[in-house]
């Protein structure tokens, strides 16, 4: 078994983190105070391809496999995990689909221009009514001359508000079965979608979205593929972003870490750092020791992608552990901060705040213990 990040993953790290410290680090504390995201970054990223890397250099793709992805989107969440989202919301949910369903024309005029930066996409699936049982959606299109038309409401949209395109989950029948779930590339500003901008507690600087929909019309070469029932696209890429979900939140829990760290150095109480005191390096030691287990735990998801053997449970336990950590680590960071942990010039508290959302994006916890207990045939 060999534990080691190659060489160009390594250098993959290096590269991030330099894109990250000159291009996002300048920018986060204006993006939060405001909730906008600047949407330049998008072509930055595409410049670099830091767009494409889960797609084939021969689709335009720079070609990383997953691993250099959860190792991307570890550095992005280090620095901002608002910035993070809005890149995996895009990258991945967005376009995802598109690359594995989509047809020759639909990858050219979405696909394409989306991995260089000159689109922004996002991935219309959770519903107000609904929960986290997709089957149950009720956003609904109806088959009319040319094309479909759909009704229905979104939330917690991440991009909407400035996406150029959306990717749109709708029911195609009233029956309550997998052939009855169909994606739509609906084109934004679209008439008949709404779209009203969410104010967060967290992750602010990535814009969300409430979408009402009334009689919107998307064409027939909007369907994705060109076919009803693509249920199980969904479903893919739900699994494996819930591992490169847990990536990001391992980098969060890494930033609290190296935050926590640094002011325990520096803080004096009484004359002595308070690092030196018992209760504050237990605290760090067991926050060290978290993210060692979660760091793991994501690379191994990772390589189980990468050699095509991942499955719902194993993506469900690292999503579920790695999200927890976040939390538990960033929590402990404020504590360690004391009174200055809820002030702005520290990050602690804005870690904490954008950890929580992810114990309920992606499938809330509660969810993924669910999946793991199925898997035990209890």
């Not at 410290?21 to 600047?38: G, N």
């Not at 901002?80 to 690359?99: E, N, R, V, Y």
């Not at 990772?302 to 050699?307: K, S, T």
Request: charge should be negative.
């Amino acid at each position: 078994m060999d534990f080691a990040f190659s060489a160009e993953q390594e250098q993959v790290r290096e590269t991030v983190r330099r894109f990250c410290e000159k291009e996002i680090a300048p920018l986060v504390r204006a993006a939060e105070e405001s909730e906008t995201f600047p949407r330049e970054i998008f072509r930055k990223w595409g410049e670099t391809g830091l767009l494409g890397v889960r797609y084939p250099a021969e689709d335009g793709g720079s070609g990383f496999d997953k691993v250099s992805d959860c190792i991307i989107r570890e550095e992005l969440s280090y620095v901002s995990q608002a910035f993070a989202s809005s890149w995996s919301a895009h990258t991945h949910l967005g376009i995802w689909p598109i690359w594995r369903a989509g047809t020759p024309e639909q990858r050219a005029r979405f696909f394409h221009p989306a991995l260089a930066g000159e689109k922004i996409a996002c991935f219309g699936l959770s519903e107000p009514d609904v929960g986290s049982n997709i089957r149950a959606l009720k956003t609904r299109a109806e088959k009319v001359d040319g094309g479909w038309k759909i009704n229905g409401a979104k939330m917690y949209i991440t991009n909407a508000p400035i996406a150029d395109f959306m990717l749109l989950v709708a029911r195609t029948s009233p029956e309550l079965k997998p052939d009855a779930i169909s994606i739509f590339i609906v084109e934004l500003p679209c008439a008949g979608i709404d779209i009203s901008k969410l104010g967060k507690e967290g992750i602010k600087a990535s814009e969300t979205g409430l979408l009402y929909i009334a009689d919107a019309f998307v064409p027939d070469d909007c369907l994705l593929g060109g076919r009803t029932g693509t249920y199980p696209v969904v479903l893919d890429s739900l699994a494996e972003n819930r591992v490169g979900v847990a990536a990001n939140s391992l980098g969060m829990a890494r930033a609290a870490l190296d935050a926590a760290t640094r002011y325990a150095r520096e803080r004096e109480v009484a004359g002595k750092r308070i690092g030196q005191y018992q209760a504050i390096a237990h605290k760090l030691a067991d926050m060290a020791t978290d993210i060692e287990a979660a760091r793991w735990l994501v690379y191994y998801g990772a390589w189980r992608v990468d050699q095509g053997t991942l499955d719902t449970v194993t993506a469900s336990k690292v999503k579920l552990f790695a999200s927890e950590v976040a939390v538990r680590v960033s929590e402990q960071a404020i504590r360690i901060h004391g009174g200055s942990g809820i002030m702005r010039e520290y990050p602690v508290g804005r870690i904490h705040r954008d950890s929580l959302v992810y114990v309920i994006g992606e499938g809330t916890s509660d969810i993924q213990r669910n999946l793991i207990a199925r898997g035990l045939e209890l």
